[in-house]
């Protein structure tokens, strides 16, 4: 077999709105004059890219669930409440009417995501009992019934969750109080009397001795951001599901109903959890996110229209919205024993006009879709496992260098840009292994480990896409590759 070798032929696929590219001049990788290779430039295939919504998902999911208010300036605003389960505790508290409440505090860890204002961010916090029993499982977009009443508020200046913001509180310890500093978390006082009527003696013992009975009469809670009080743009930030942290903090004294010389007040701590741990240790997080979207009218055109062309493209999360990308004309390249030494998607962040936020996510992820429309890893972002093994392609950037960022997605903050690696996706697609030539792009939580291709709620970030013809600025395709020739 003899070899003609066309060096790298550089092969730049665009998007486009009014067609193809007819002057490929200028066009293609940053390339070092000193490492340039002599090559041929052809602009022959035509991305087609649009927004679109993404799925819903369930907060159980995952380690950490979004909360918040952001108005965002270009997308929209995103509203995402939090409903949680006041756990059943090994005792339950049976409050008398002459006892006093020292103090009810709900506790949520933060998690490690936050996206928004950083500078000038005040969000005014309320809880409210659900008017309904809370439910595990449920999907984000799920509208809980609330009732009216107000049991607990708080103003927040910014939300605290950073590792270094270790948070100073006065704990019993060894039959005294001490204090002491604990890791990130919100902690609110509830209502006294609330709670001291939801435990009452007088409420039947019947309707707490079950899970299913307790659950029915304390229903759960619902945090939620006072959208009426608040300025500027807000953010989104995560709370995470803590054995043993995460719930509520009860502590009330009363008689101990005894007379005489035995008569003495009774100090009860209860600690009613919200996460709890099954029989083999797994923690159960029973927190969910609640999400609601007024989208700008420019996105809402764009959702309108899932078939067109794109200039702007717009990606979202929680379980927001996402880019499609086709590459229609990718034939084209099929049967000419193409070996592709490298291929890059690079895109491009809009600066748009008025977007007083001026900051994009800091890491996307990239997947498809099979030819049944159900999603997959590509080969070269595969972290799929199972149990303590990979299990995914052995082709994997992700599994050979260990870590996300081999495969791409990360913020480029000094060309603002992001680069995804996708040389054996795009050999597959040309060799017929993989038969559809679309794919999806949308935020992920930097903090994640693996390269996620289901829609997440553990971040609450978005990206705007520039995707102009005629600009450097559109999306690219570049693909290296050599040419053999029986």
């Not at 490929?24 to 022959?44: A, H, K, N, W």
Request: hydrophobic residues 35%; negative net charge; contains cysteine.
């Amino acid at each position: 077999m003899n070899y003609h070798t066309k060096d790298l032929l550089t092969m730049l696929i665009s998007l486009f709105v009014l067609g193809s590219c007819t002057n490929p001049s200028g066009i293609g990788l940053d390339v070092d004059p000193e490492d340039e290779l002599t090559g041929v430039l052809t602009d022959t295939l035509t991305l087609h890219a649009t927004t679109l919504l993404d799925d819903s998902a369930r907060s159980a999911s995952f380690a950490q669930t979004t909360f918040g208010w952001f108005d965002d300036p270009v997308i929209g605003q995103t509203v995402a409440d939090l409903a949680l389960a006041i756990g059943r505790p090994t005792t339950v508290p049976r409050i008398r009417p002459d006892a006093e409440i020292d103090s009810v505090i709900l506790v949520l860890p933060y998690g490690t995501e936050y996206f928004g204002d950083t500078l000038r961010p005040n969000f005014s916090l309320q809880v409210r009992q659900l008017d309904e029993a809370y439910t595990d499982g449920e999907y984000a977009t799920k509208q809980w019934p609330v009732k009216d009443e107000i049991i607990g508020a708080k103003t927040v200046a910014r939300f605290a969750y950073k590792l270094t913001d270790s948070v100073s509180i006065r704990k019993h310890i060894d039959d005294k109080d001490s204090v002491v500093k604990v890791i990130p978390q919100l902690r609110v006082a509830l209502s006294a009397d609330f709670f001291k009527d939801l435990f009452s003696e007088t409420v039947d013992s019947a309707s707490l001795s079950t899970e299913a009975g307790f659950n029915n009469h304390v229903k759960g809670l619902y945090l939620s951001v006072n959208g009426s009080e608040m300025t500027g743009i807000g953010g989104l930030v995560t709370f995470r599901g803590v054995s043993s942290l995460t719930g509520i903090e009860l502590t009330y004294r009363q008689p101990n109903g005894k007379d005489g010389d035995d008569a003495d007040i009774d100090t009860i701590r209860t600690f009613l959890p919200t996460t709890v741990q099954d029989n083999s240790g797994s923690t159960y997080r029973r927190l969910t996110s609640s999400i609601s979207r007024t989208y700008a009218a420019d996105v809402q055109a764009q959702l309108d229209s899932p078939e067109g062309n794109h200039e702007v493209l717009y990606l979202q999360a929680p379980a927001g919205l996402r880019t499609r990308l086709r590459i229609p004309y990718i034939d084209a390249l099929k049967g000419r024993n193409i070996a592709v030494n490298k291929a890059e998607l690079v895109l491009y962040v809009d600066d748009a006009p008025g977007d007083e936020l001026g900051i994009h996510a800091p890491r996307l992820t990239l997947y498809r879709e099979d030819i049944a429309g159900q999603r997959q890893p590509v080969p070269d972002g595969d972290s799929r496992t199972s149990g303590n093994s990979f299990a995914g392609d052995g082709r994997s950037l992700w599994y050979r260098y260990g870590n996300w960022r081999a495969f791409g997605g990360n913020m480029d903050e000094d060309k603002n840009r992001y680069v995804f690696h996708l040389t054996s996706y795009v050999q597959d697609l040309i060799q017929g292994k993989i038969n559809s030539s679309e794919f999806f792009i949308a935020p992920a939580a930097a903090s994640d480990e693996t390269v996620p291709y289901f829609p997440v709620l553990n971040t609450g970030s978005r990206a705007v896409i520039s995707n102009a013809a005629g600009t450097d600025l559109r999306i690219k395709l570049n693909i290296y590759y050599t040419q053999s020739e029986n």
